[in-house]
């Protein structure tokens, strides 16, 4: 990834209104933005767009967000994307499992802006975690 | 056999009173097939095998007595319907006992066949009635919990959308806001933010009722809490310029509690104690010990606010209980803070409670175990009522790479804690509750019964086993170092309680000493002499 290129960040979440919403806020924090708005499609729009991080709410029609979970990371190409869970699903139910499915975070909605953009730049933060020390 | 032949166990020791009885049952019109024991440990293994359609029971048996006998029957088969036959001279107990749950009773001298079988007929009826009330109030327990569990997700959607669009006006991302619209949607705001608190609030008062709600205890500073709390509180107290201060024991021990949830619990009574306390008032935060009992800590918030009157204190930590008197009615939220708090106390082991007087201010009180361990450290340091003759204190250290860590790191830690208690053997090694809030990084202490050699061979084991959980090589940096503890020499002639106790200051000590070298020079980690990276010796 270049500094130059803004980071592409594909959203998906059935309600559209929402969508709307993560897109104005997302494009004003320089990032460019491709969505989907059920599971299916999502896993499509991931392959065509490579997108360099997905937003994923869980209920989703067409294969809910454990499924996409699951596809991506059955896509090598995929598997290495960092994907935020965004749902309005308990977490004590759903966190460990969206987090042991691969996801990189679960947020409950509504989540705080400033806490979801953070963590949507640390996940993108290149390199750091792949280079790191490891003592054997 | 007839389904409709009435099957009665008779508990009863008098062979006078038992023929009499069975005379009466054969007399009647049903047909009634009865099995009569003299003991009341005979009745309980009939019932074991066999269930009758009602239990005839003497209250005074040779190997039980009074209540205690209708107890255990009904404790042993809660579905069986009961029927006391009492003397003249205990009709007070068998009284008692219809209104514990037992279906009726009978007088032995003033039985006939007519009464017994209708005292039976009306006893398997209500039993019948208050099992099918049971069930029912179970099902619509349950089902309310689903629908509050559905109502709070589906109204989170609509609310998620409120805030994003609100947010997006009030952060200028939708064009220039005038400074008026800007207060307006910042009311907006402050509503939504409102509505996310209740239905947070609902969620976990279901939680509660349906013994879902978990706590971590962790060792943890209450003080350090107490001033977080206060330091979050503090603008809403300077609002109402009321003075927020705070009163900590010296001597107050660290506490064996979950921080977040002790959070919640010191947040929620402030946040109350402010919200009755008028203008210009005082709120005091304070935490003490007994010396009584040093194994529990107190914790009180204090207001001078307006008071609670004793009709009310009985209620107030009811679920959904609401203040009618309350001054601020149309903002008071669903009545539910102080069940939370009351559920969450109970659940360290703690109890909550209020002393008030109308005009005098309230004072809401509760208990967290302190820290003890010597407590943890007893049932695995000795054996045979001997001290075990070696101990090893293995600290595993997990340091995020990024800052703040990659992913959800409080869970990345609970599960590593998971994986190392399974590394260890549970009748002689401990692993220590995780110290303080786990920021940046997380320590977890071993104190293992074995040689500095052997700990080699459990540390292998902690490290393969977490290297074992996907992405946290990615996430963090993995240490692990062991230090034999040095026991005073002259330790071994103390009582065993004493040793359990010195032990404990010396592994105290040692944690305290390696956690200030890790604050102080983390470069110096390894090289004091009393750590070392264990090596496994195989041969």
């Keep these: 990834m270049t500094t130059m290129q ?106 705080d802006n400033d806490e979801l953009m953070h963590a949507i730049q640390m996940n993108l933060s290149p390199g750091q975690p792949h280079t790191a020390h490891w003592p054997s | 056999m007839d389904d409709r032949t009435t099957q009665v166990l008779l508990i009863e020791d008098n062979p006078g009173d038992a023929d009499l009885v069975r005379l009466r049952l054969l007399e009647g019109k049903s047909p009634v097939n009865v099995n009569c024991v003299h003991r009341l440990s005979e009745g309980l293994a009939s019932l074991s095998s066999d269930t009758p359609t009602v239990v005839l029971l003497d209250l005074n048996l040779p190997d039980s007595h009074g209540a205690e006998t209708f107890r255990r029957v009904r404790d042993h088969s809660p579905n069986v319907p009961i029927v006391v036959l009492s003397g003249l001279d205990d009709q007070v107990l068998a009284e008692r006992a219809v209104h514990q749950g037992v279906q009726d009773y009978l007088v032995k001298g003033d039985i006939s066949s007519k009464h017994l079988e209708r005292a039976i007929r009306y006893a398997v009826e209500r039993q019948a ?29 609509p609310l998620t959308c409120i805030h994003q669009y609100v947010t997006l006006l009030l952060d200028g991302l939708a064009g220039p806001v005038s400074p008026d619209q800007t207060d307006h949607l910042r009311t907006i705001l402050k509503s939504v933010n409102q509505l996310h608190a209740m239905l947070r609030d609902l969620l976990e008062a279901t939680r509660a009722e349906t013994g879902k709600m978990r706590i971590e205890p962790r060792c943890v500073s209450l003080n350090d809490l107490i001033h977080q709390t206060v330091a979050m509180m503090l603008p809403a107290a300077d609002a109402k310029k009321i ?39 005082a709120v005091m935060v304070q935490a003490s010990v007994v010396e009584a009992d040093m194994g529990t800590v107190y914790v009180s918030v204090a207001d001078t606010g307006r008071g609670i009157n004793p009709e009310t204190k009985a209620l107030i930590f009811e679920r959904l209980y609401q203040d009618p008197d309350s001054v601020d009615n149309n903002r008071s939220g669903l009545g539910l803070g102080l069940f939370i708090c009351r559920e969450i106390v109970r659940l360290h082991g703690g109890r909550i409670s209020v002393s008030s007087d109308p005009g005098q201010g309230s004072t809401f009180t509760f208990t967290l175990p302190a820290y003890s361990l010597p407590k943890l450290l007893a049932p695995v340091c000795a054996y045979e009522g001997r001290l075990r003759p070696n101990f090893i204190l293995l600290r595993v250290e997990l340091t995020p790479i990024s800052s703040p860590p990659r992913g959800s790191w409080k869970d990345t830690a609970q599960q590593c804690l998971d994986v190392v208690r399974r590394c260890v053997y549970l009748d002689k090694d401990l692993v220590l509750p995780p110290m303080g809030n786990s920021g ?68 105290t000590g040692m944690i305290k000493a390696s956690m200030e070298r890790k604050q102080s020079a983390t470069s110096q980690r390894l090289s004091n002499s009393n750590w070392a990276e264990p090596r496994p010796n195989r041969n």
């Design chain 2, 243 to 281: 003075g927020l201060e705070i009163g900590v024991a010296v001597n107050l021990p660290l506490v064996h509690a979950d921080p977040d949830r002790v959070l919640e619990v010191l947040i929620n009574l402030v946040d109350n104690a402010i919200k009755f306390t008028p203008m210009n008032g």
């Design chain 2, 440 to 507: 940046a990084g997380e320590t977890f202490f071993i104190a293992a019964a074995c040689d500095l050699e052997k700990s080699g061979i459990m540390a292998t084991r902690i490290r393969e086993q977490l290297e074992r959980i996907p992405d946290l090589k990615a996430k963090c940096i993995l240490t692990i170092v062991a230090a034999q503890v040095e026991l005073p020499s002259n330790l071994a002639s103390a009582p065993l309680e004493e040793q359990v106790q010195q032990l404990s200051e010396v592994f």
């Design chain 1, 6 to 111: 803004k980071p592409k960040i594909l959203v998906v979440d059935d309600d559209p209104d929402l969508v709307r919403a993560l897109r104005l806020r997302l494009r004003a924090n320089n990032y460019e933005v491709t969505t989907a708005t059920d599971g299916y499609t999502a896993v499509a729009s991931a392959q065509k767009e490579h997108p360099a991080l997905i937003i994923l709410d869980l209920g989703l029609p067409v294969g809910d967000g454990f499924v996409v979970l699951d596809r991506l990371q059955n896509i090598d190409s995929l598997a290495s994307v960092p994907v935020i869970v965004l749902s309005a699903r308990d977490p004590q139910s759903n966190e460990q499992r969206a987090l042991k499915a691969g996801a990189a975070a679960f947020f409950q909605k509504p989540a």
């Design chain 2, 129 to 157: 009635l208050t099992l099918s009330l049971q069930i029912a109030q179970k099902q619509q327990l349950d089902f309310k919990n689903q629908f509050l569990d559905h109502v709070s997700h589906e109204l989170r959607t």
